[in-house]
């Protein structure tokens, strides 16, 4: 359930799109990373378009209800999927509990949310974690900072129970916010990180670490299924998999290294040409991030191909766009235009594919929410390695 204290019309799905394609670039520990990112306009920042947004909001605000599979080890619990940009889902932190909308990011280790320390302006619009009201805070002297190209945010690492519906971490390390720029009017209260604990810049034990240590899941394995232009039915689930969310074989594929959720990738194509990822490339399988991300000369030439102006097209020629194809593992994944397609509210379709200018070495593709949409996927921590098949 989104709570009151956020304000949705101070929200567009332009600065969401921002925030959600860094959550995988995170800074670590007391290093400063500075990722440059290029503002993608996706909602006009008009008067009626924030009504609309705001009464989606209303007539939408249900509270998720987390279930466990009867006969199974398996706890699944909901996401809240928001104009197929921002996928949270409730936790509880404290005792007693208290309770915050965060984004489930693969591309980050740690779990963060606002506070009463912040003593930013902005921080009013979020809801804040109070510590002197649970009786198991605990508190540290250790600080931390992260720098975005948007914004930046300084905290400080605590302790405290936190809740993932039935699940359940005790003195569990995370970050709260104590002054931040560049968050304002965002629609969630925090991130909980869903990578490995070497990329950790909290310099603690991520929760599903913890969960699995303490017992709380019996397999160390966890899944998205993300939802498709619907506020319900997205989950994420944590100590198997429910076949029932996806169809046909589950395909498994390795890590390149233990510590980050990246695989070797084979090519893309479009009409069995092969536009991007020749001689084989990397790619990063990201839930905290919207779009699919490449290098932005790839990406500039995949959206000339499509005749894009701007990253959009007009909507009434989205059924006549191919399928692209991502060759992962010797098998196709075929994305359709109305899957990288996303509608904007003015009529236009804005083409799901975004430059990333972050200079590397390695041909390194980012697979978003545009691709997870469409393929059910599957993290296992014990074998290091990503399940994807075809969603229901």
Known sequence: MLRTRISPSTWSQERSMNWLVLLGLVAFSDCIVKIPLKRVKIMRKTRSEKIMLNN????????????????SNITTHPLRNSQDVIYAGNITIGTPPQEFQVVFDTGSSDLWVHSVFCTSRLCSSHVLFRHHESSTFRSTKRRFRIQYS??????????????????????????????????????????????????????????????????????????????KSKPEGSV??????????????????PLIQVGKWRVRMDRISMNSRVIAC???CEATVDT??????????L????????????????????????????????????????????????????????????NRSTETWTLGDVFLRQYFSVFDRGNDRIGLAQAV
């Open 299 to 358: 990406v500039d030439n995949i959206l000339r191909l499509f005749g894009a102006t701007k990253h959009y097209v007009s909507c009434s020629v989205v059924n006549t766009l191919p399928s692209i194809d991502f060759t992962i593992n010797g098998i196709n994944y075929p994305l359709p235009a109305q899957a990288y397609t996303i509608k904007d509210s003015s009529g236009d379709c804005f083409i799901g594919f975004r430059g990333s200018r972050v």
């Open 56 to 71: 989606f909001l209303k007539e939408h605000a249900y509270r998720l209800y987390q279930t466990s599979s009867p006969g």
């Open 150 to 227: 948007s914004g930046w945010m300084k905290g400080v690492v605590v302790h405290d129970t936190v809740r993932i519906g039935d699940l359940v971490s005790t003195d569990q390390p995370f970050g709260l916010s104590m002054e931040h720029s560049g968050f304002e009017g965002m629609p969630f209260d925090g991130v909980l990180g869903l990578s490995y604990p070497n990329i950790s810049f909290i310099g603690g034990i991520p929760i599903f670490d913890n969960l699995k240590n303490q017992g709380a899941i019996s397999e160390p394995v966890f899944a998205f299924y993300l939802s």
């Open 288 to 297: 905290g991030t919207s779009l699919i991300l490449g290098p932005g000369r």
């Open 278 to 280: 020749n001689d084989g």
């Open 236 to 253: 994420v689930m944590f100590g198997g998999v429910d076949k029932s969310y996806y169809q046909g074989t589950l395909n498994w594929v």
